[in-house]
């Protein structure tokens, strides 16, 4: 693999990086305005829940294929860096998205859906010390944490992809 395609291959990367990082602050700028605009907390909660859930579903996209690209890339060129490197940190690091994004995907998000059908109301409307609020709020801060970590990592990794190592290169 030569040194051009590789540089357009991490191109590609901080660009998928980058735009999900950037949708997903301007989800975080957005949102706001939905508790704020619309008729009911729960039904803005409903509608920011559904743009959470769009976000990670492309998150599967914007963890994976910068992964494929940029390490996948260097591993076909046969980069040596030895047992540890630049580019094995990088591709370890994006494991870390990709776990988050399975646990807010498959458990955190599921489980939320299903406390609020439990509930039968808005959420809101049932006090702090309520059992099912209370494991409510303590999801929806574990996703927020998640959230938040994946937007941090992605403009990292994003930043940082250029700076890899490259097959046959010196330095």
């Not at 997903?24 to 907390?41: D, E, T």
């Not at 963890?63 to 370890?92: Q, T």
């Not at 859906?113 to 808005?122: D, S």
């Amino acid at each position: 693999m030569n040194d051009t395609l590789l540089r357009r291959l991490d191109r590609a990367s901080m660009l998928v990086l980058l735009l999900w990082a950037g949708a997903c602050l301007g989800f975080g700028a957005m949102a706001p305005l939905l508790f704020a605009k619309l008729p009911s907390r729960d039904l803005a909660g409903q509608v920011a829940g559904a743009m959470v859930h769009r976000l990670d579903t492309l998150a599967w996209f914007a963890f994976l294929v910068p992964l494929v690209l940029s390490y996948g890339g260097r591993w076909i060129g046969e980069l040596d860096e030895g047992p540890i490197g630049p580019a094995k940190l990088w591709a370890l690091a994006m494991l870390v998205p990709i776990l988050l994004t399975l646990i807010s995907h498959n458990l955190v998000t599921p489980r939320l859906a299903e406390l609020r059908a439990q509930m039968g109301g808005p959420i809101e409307s049932f006090p702090l010390e309520n059992p099912l609020r209370a494991i409510y709020e303590r999801n929806h801060k574990v996703s927020n944490i998640a959230f938040f970590v994946r937007i941090a990592l992605a403009l990292g990794l994003g930043l940082l992809v250029e700076k890899l190592p490259r097959p046959g290169a010196k330095g």
